[in-house]
């Protein structure tokens, strides 16, 4: 099961019964209010939760709802220029929507889902690609160029890759086969796991210090 009811309340430190088909550092929604917390423990059937919002007023009996994935990230075009708190929550769309004090288990996605982005493909439908092969170009500042790439542990045929036009954060713009036969596709913007290291290819030694002038 991926639900359950919280048994005690210590603080930011809740413990809960009955999710048993959850995993450790799972992302879960913990009372009435859905606040956001992570299982950081399991004993003897009990889940050891952080909650990550102020849980004043959680009784037990109150629902813990797990999500089936970990404390994640939305990584695309927007992130900059955005002010956000420690769980990706966007505090500007947050202040615009609820006013300038924050409501327990508010939730928005962190990315602008009404902005459009034009994009430029640098791929081409029908090619083998794998993780880390660039896709798409965006101009998200002038100084900035967003490439949105395939993500980490994708491969296969780019089946279909979105001509060049504006798209938001919620359209599909490319779709692979991989080598099983299943097929994946992919939007702007996709999710990463908070806690887990971005792979990389090589890493560029450091030549020159950090002058700022002071």
Same mark, same amino acid.
């Given at each position: ?58 009784? *037990? /009996?109150?629902?813990? +709802? ?5 404390? =994640?990230? $939305?990584? #695309? ?74 993500? *980490? /542990?994708?491969?296969? +045929? ?5 001509? =060049?036009? $504006?798209? #938001? ?46």
């Amino acid at each position: 099961m991926r639900e359950g009811r919280i048994v005690s309340v210590n603080g930011p430190i809740v413990r809960a019964e009955g999710l048993t088909d959850s995993a450790m550092m799972e992302l879960v929604h913990v009372g009435a209010a859905g606040l956001t917390g992570e299982i950081i423990r399991f004993e003897k059937g009990l889940a050891t939760i952080q909650v990550y919002e102020d849980d004043t007023g959680m009784r *037990p /009996g109150e629902p813990v +709802v797990g999500t089936g994935m970990p404390m =994640s990230l $939305a990584l #695309g075009p927007g992130l900059l220029g955005g002010i956000y708190d420690g769980i990706q929550r966007p505090l500007s769309a947050l202040e615009a929507h609820s006013g300038q004090f924050l409501l327990r288990g508010e939730k928005i996605f962190p990315l602008d889902e009404t902005k459009r982005w034009e994009v430029r493909p640098l791929a081409r439908a029908g090619t083998r690609v794998r993780a880390g092969d660039i896709l798409f170009e965006i101009e998200e500042t002038a100084l900035v160029r967003h490439r949105v790439m395939l993500p *980490p /542990g994708l491969e296969g +045929v780019l089946e279909y890759l979105a001509p =060049s036009g $504006a798209y #938001g954060m919620q359209d599909v713009v490319w779709r692979i086969r991989d080598q099983a036969g299943r097929q994946e596709e992919g939007r702007l913007f996709h999710w990463w796991p908070a806690r887990k290291g971005r792979p990389y290819r090589g890493k560029r030694p450091v030549d020159k210090p950090l002058l700022t002038g002071l």
